[in-house]
């Protein structure tokens, strides 16, 4: 993550937002550009472009387990739990606030739980808001139809338009499926159809 934000900040320094998405994100781009207009922006002026956009993860415990993938020590990270702090298929952040994480991580020892680490540790030193977008970016995939009970917040505003526009695989059901990204992306572009007659539905 630090190479990805050195990255920008060297050859993309002007672009206004960085986006993070991992390789099994599904992203519907123009759904993302009504949402940035329509909300994100002004959210983001509003905190002077230090803010973060993403699945929230209050309170997370730090895991002291040697044997697990996750573990931290206390020597590391003496505290209980993490601050809040975003999850990493899909989030979203201003330029500016990559740039402050970059120099916050100057001045803290790093530990293997990276989205903990930048999203959480960091921005919480560096004064950056996390803002929750659960309703925006999905942690799990809410239109798997294996797993019924991802079936959430996919709500619409009043002109129709779906909140939801970022879903990561779950069960394979993306990723291990011929044209499986072009069915998740399908299925997340159709959400749009179930809004013309209610703002919400289930």
């Known amino acids: 993550m630090n190479s ?6 060297n050859f993309c320094p002007k672009v206004e937002y960085f986006m993070r998405a991992d390789e099994d994100t599904v992203l519907d781009v123009s759904r993302f550009q ?6 994100f922006n002004k959210i983001s002026k509003k905190y002077d472009d230090t803010v973060i956009f993403g699945y929230l993860y209050p309170k ?13 020590p206390y020597e ?29 991580a ?21 004064g950056i808001k996390v803002f929750n977008g659960r309703k925006y970016f999905a942690l799990k995939n ?15 505003d009043e002109n129709g338009v779906p909140l939801l526009f970022s879903i990561v695989d779950e069960d394979g059901e993306i990723e291990n499926l011929s044209g499986g990204y072009m069915e998740g992306l399908k299925k997340l572009k159709g959400l749009k159809d179930s809004c013309q007659n209610s703002n919400k539905f289930y």
């Not at 990805?4 to 900040?9: E, G, H, N």
């Not at 997370?60 to 931290?72: A, E, F, K, S, T």
């Not at 590391?76 to 740039?99: E, H, I």
């Not at 020892?109 to 560096?126: E, K, S």
């Open 4 to 9: 990805l934000y050195q990255f920008q900040q």
């Open 34 to 39: 009504y949402w940035l207009k329509k909300e």
């Open 60 to 72: 997370n415990i730090v895991l002291r387990d040697p044997n697990d993938r996750w573990y931290v």
């Open 76 to 104: 590391t990270y003496p505290n209980s739990y993490y601050p809040d702090y975003v999850q990493g298929p899909c989030y979203l952040l201003p330029s500016k606030a990559v740039k402050a994480i970059l120099e916050e």
């Open 106 to 126: 100057k001045k803290h020892l790093h530990i293997t739980v990276d989205d903990a680490f930048y999203t959480g540790i960091i921005t919480n030193a560096a």
């Open 142 to 156: 809410p239109l798997n139809e294996l797993n019924p009970e991802n079936q959430w917040d996919r709500e619409c």
